[in-house]
């Protein structure tokens, strides 16, 4: 389970005060307008942001003073952030390589994520560059499991795809999310109701309310 509770920061004349939970295999959507504090949220679970106060809980164990690479919450951007001096194989594996991971189980892990991405094998040793805007989405979300993460966090990941690649991909989503609980934040309806199991409706930097997709 993540727990975020009475988390609260101020930037200038903006405030964020939230407060939930999500149990594993469960994905809460943050749904609501440009800058109403979903970023800024998923920023401080990760660490990238220190709170002002609050707990943030990973299995009950209070992460607020963890820094980031120790905290094994996964985190996909809405630029993906993939590193674009690496090829594909380096990118998915680069948890892995942090955390002295011997080169031949990374390869084995690596092809196994391609796999369940849909993602030829043959990808590996392809550059970023040279990668459609899917199949660039399809190694994030594959770095971001490789190494089985506590919780996961996604920031519009697909909002620069178009709607056909959106659907398949929110699909093949749902299907290899694994079991960890999941934050996904959109301002896109459909895709809260396709991809929510909890749909939390923010506005000012405050969660006003709670529902179900239907």
Request: glycine share 8%; aromatic share 8%.
């Amino acid at each position: 389970m993540l727990e975020v509770k009475q988390i609260t920061k101020k930037n200038g004349d903006f405030s964020l005060a939230v407060d939930f939970s999500v149990n594993d295999e469960e994905t809460l959507v943050l749904f609501g307008p440009s800058g109403c504090g979903k970023t800024s949220t998923l920023n401080v679970v990760a660490g990238l942001v220190p709170p002002e106060s609050g707990e943030i809980l990973v299995n009950g164990q209070n992460v607020i003073e963890t820094p980031p690479w120790e905290r094994n919450i996964a985190f996909v951007f809405q630029d993906l952030a993939l590193f674009p001096n690496m090829d594909v194989e380096k990118n998915i594996g680069y948890s892995l390589f942090i955390r002295g991971i011997p080169r031949k189980e990374r390869q084995k892990a690596v092809r196994n994520m391609l796999d369940m991405v849909h993602l030829p094998r043959s990808f590996a040793k392809r550059k970023i560059q040279t990668l459609s805007g899917g199949e660039r989405q399809r190694v994030a979300i594959a770095r971001s499991l490789v190494f089985p993460p506590q919780a996961l966090l996604m920031d519009e990941p697909f909002s620069s795809l178009d709607h056909a690649l959106k659907e398949g991909l929110w699909r093949e989503f749902k299907s290899i999310r694994g079991k960890a609980p999941c934050v996904f934040v959109t301002h896109d309806l459909e895709e809260a109701r396709v991809l929510g199991d909890r749909l939390a409706l923010m506005q000012n930097g405050r969660i006003v309310g709670w529902d179900s997709p239907a």
